[in-house]
């Protein structure tokens, strides 16, 4: 098994001038050296006809006899087979899987490259010489493919690059067509204390408490009954007290959620990709795929639109992270969102806002949902001085408050609570 070689990350310039000079010779057909052959002979023939030079006549027609020998040697199309491994179509953000590739030639074959097209997400493009392929003998090669970021991005075409002996002429051959690869954004173990009781004196639900099997945070333990789930039978109280006793879970609030993630490309960090709007995707991700796990119902909420319809079961998570996986930054403001809760007649429902700047506007709509007794709480995206608003405008509305700071764990971020909240 051969290793497909990555070329090495140069800078965007590079890139731009390597992308142009691709196309260019696959519009063509020659390769840099066959430029400069063309361009050899073209001077060479103006020149002959300025000063009438028989020798320069015939170097410009020479070097055009060879560029059409190097087009006909090269013509011939490479009787080749190529398969690609099946690539998972969902992969996660940072995850490195390794790529083979199966080639087959009807006859013996020598000096092509192959070459993966990838995205620079994905990682650098690798490309391989291969001096001398069996006919009838399958090689294998493989590559690494890095999620770097999350995303959609197409994986391919693989393709064969040829040419003739001399080098002056390039053509190419699609073995393999893209596939669509879709990389999840990175998941964190998160915590939203908003959603569970801290204490209950007298032991009473709140109004719009809904009984759940499970819920966040350890409640407390009670002695088994028939139809409860031996998975949750604590057996140390077992063997101290000889009693069988189950463990319950704090009930939360309401089994309802609400994520809107805020896509308004102005107060966003600049850049692509976005720091800040990659954090609030991750903790979107976070915050949903934890609560869908538990049972709850989740809906994603977007600027423009709702980017997902409730979903609800540890099942569904997929379908959530391929939304989050597709979205992308918006100019469309905040306030358009929140507009769209208020005229929800529920009040059932705990909302996280993800956002980097909770302005004047947004604020005071905001605050219509706070009225009507529902659950807010205000995921500050921290990465400027002016987001250092966000907090006390939304602590002051009364709203649970948490900040998120780059390269802070999400789990972290989430137990610190800035605003006290008024429930």
Known sequence: MNTMAATKPGSSWARWLRAGREGLARLTGLTPAGFGVLAVAVVCWFLG???????????????????????????????????????????????????????????????????????TALGETPRVPITSLEGGDPIVHDYKLVCSRRGVFNLGPLVAKWGDPFGFTERQAVLVEPAEVLVHPAVEYVHDRPLTRLFEDPPIRPPVSKPWPQGLEFYGMRAYAPGDDIRRIVWRAFARTGQVLVRESEQGITDKMTILLDQDRRYHSPGDPSLSFEAGVKAAASVGVRHLREGYQVTLEGNEARLLAPLR???????????????????????????RLVSDPSRDTHVVVITPRLDADAASRLNFLLQRGVSVLVAALMWDEESADTLGVASSLGCQVVEIRPNTPLAVSFRREVGAGIR
Do not use: H, N, W
Request: net charge positive.
């Open 49 to 119: 006809k300025l000063i009438a030079g028989r020798v320069l006549y015939l170097i410009a027609y020479g070097l055009g006899l060879v560029l059409v020998v190097a087009f006909v040697t090269g013509r011939r199309p490479l009787p080749l087979e190529g398969e690609r491994s099946d690539a998972r179509p969902r992969l996660a953000q940072g995850e490195t899987i390794t790529m083979e590739v199966k080639l087959k030639a009807a006859r013996r074959l020598s000096t092509f490259i192959l070459e993966e097209r990838l995205p």
């Open 313 to 339: 079961g540890g099942r569904t998570q997929m379908r959530f992270l391929d939304a989050l996986a597709r979205v992308e930054r918006s100019p469309e403001p905040l306030t358009s969102a929140i507009i």
